[in-house]
């Protein structure tokens, strides 16, 4: 299977502060399975440890180097379909992962309960 993480989940895999489902734990801690971040994510995670809504440790990247994710960049496909998305969610960064969840036929791994109006597979944290 591939998954590619939200921004809030990425975060508690790494820092394990909040509990994930058992699902998503598996999923995510099967070697069998592709976990993909995307660039967006961490440009999301960048921007809010620059204004101060988010803290980080200071090994965080090579704490993401360390987890055997792949990166996942962001095309011109993907920010094309990002404009054919209806309005059922705001946020940038979400409407960009949800975009290229369904380019790419990515199963989007989020507790953030807007994505289940989307086309897309998903598996609750």
């Not at 590619?4 to 502060?17: A, G, K, Q, R, S």
């Amino acid at each position: 299977m591939n998954c590619l993480l939200d921004t809030h989940v990425l975060l508690w895999w790494l820092n394990d502060d909040q509990p994930l489902s058992t699902k998503s734990t598996a999923t995510i801690s099967n070697g069998r399975n592709v976990i993909f971040v995307s660039a967006v994510t961490i440009w999301e995670i960048q921007i809010k440890h620059a204004i101060g809504k988010l803290e980080l440790p200071d090994n965080f990247r090579d704490s993401l180097q360390q987890g055997s994710f792949e990166y996942l960049d962001v095309t011109p496909t993907h920010a094309f379909a990002v404009g054919q998305l209806p309005m059922h969610h705001r946020d940038p960064f979400d409407r960009m992962l949800i975009a290229q969840a369904q380019v790419e036929n990515l199963t989007l791994i989020t507790r953030d309960a807007q994505f289940q109006h989307y086309s897309v597979s998903l598996i609750e944290a």
